[in-house]
């Protein structure tokens, strides 16, 4: 009984917290949307444009297999990794701009995760055959409808909307426990594996689309930090089920080993960003009142 719960919530770890998030998110998220344009516009060309052709230009140099290539260059055309906004939260980014940033890419995921799939096959070697049905059958689940009924139940009852984000947060948490260690134990052993090209244009990747988003982005610090999370951490559900058409059998390990990696990869660029604040704190803007945007937040109001 325990197990089927574990596994449960394990599974939806991301639907999970992105309830989390709509249950603490009140009815200005809609008007920030049209406020921000101009940062969500930069955003989205830096994770839509400036990763992929990030991504191109490291395989292309590193000449990984192609099966790592595919799936290389599958995670960075799949962003939209919800955990980048605990990642934002962290760093004293301006989390509420990484929510935008996120709801903005899972909708235009549908249309450009696709196009991106067409690009990738007629331009290299790596055929893909993806639609836009299929990542509205990932994102819409997983992301879009977890946080529209957070933030509906939220704009009808917030006491109520309180109450549950503290129930909901723990099942994340129990969930998100599971999720990382069983990813763990699915990636660590196959990374012996490896060639150092593969290892190499994983680091390279992730570690140069964190670097292209911070410094691409407009300032502040905060907004830098929230773009170079959005561009770094991709999806890596929605990147599963994109390889899984074609190479279902060798896709499950080969993405948990290289989210293992970019996990590795982005440690000096937390460390950094920590310092940074440490030693620069008056460059960080704080969230807007009443628009906490992750689980972390309910615990420091």
């Keep these: 009984m325990l197990q089927t719960i574990g596994h449960f919530l394990a599974g939806h770890v991301i639907a999970l917290f992105m309830l989390t998030v709509g249950l603490r998110t009140d009815h200005r998220v809609l008007r920030e949307l049209t406020e921000r344009w101009q940062h969500l516009a ?3 060309a830096i994770v839509w444009i400036g990763v992929p052709l990030l991504a191109l230009l490291v395989v292309h140099i590193a000449e990984p297999s192609p099966f790592d290539a ?8 799949c962003p939209g990794k919800p955990l980048a906004l605990r990642h934002t939260k962290r760093a004293h980014g301006h989390h509420h701009l990484s929510l935008l940033v996120l709801i903005s890419t899972a909708l ?3 249309l450009l995760v696709p196009l991106w799939a067409i ?10 055959a993806f639609g836009p049905d299929d990542v509205a059958a990932i994102l819409v689940p997983t992301v879009l409808a977890p946080y529209a009924v957070g933030w509906i139940i939220n704009a009808v009852s917030p006491r109520l909307a309180a109450t549950l984000a503290r129930l909901v947060e723990v099942l994340f948490f129990v969930g998100l426990a599971i999720f990382v260690t069983t990813e763990l134990l699915r990636g660590l052993p196959g990374l012996r594996d ?28 905060d907004r830098r930090i929230a773009v170079a999370y959005a561009a770094a951490l991709g999806n890596p559900a929605l990147a599963l089920a994109v390889i899984a058409h074609s190479d279902h059998v060798l896709a499950i390990s080969l993405v948990a080993m290289f989210v293992v990696l970019r996990a590795a990869a982005l440690v000096p660029f937390d460390l950094w960003l920590h310092l940074r604040h440490r030693t620069r704190p008056a460059e960080h803007a704080t969230a807007r009142p009443g628009v906490p945007t992750t689980p972390a937040d309910a615990r420091s109001r």
């Design 42 to 44: 930069r955003a989205l």
């Design 70 to 77: 595919r799936v290389l260059m599958v995670l960075a055309i």
């Design 108 to 110: 235009t995921a549908i």
């Design 119 to 128: 690009v990738l096959t007629h331009l290299t070697p790596h055929r893909l």
């Design 194 to 221: 490896l060639a150092l090209a593969e290892i190499l244009a994983a680091v390279a990747i992730s570690l140069g689309a964190a670097l292209l988003g911070y410094v691409a982005a407009a300032d502040p610090t």
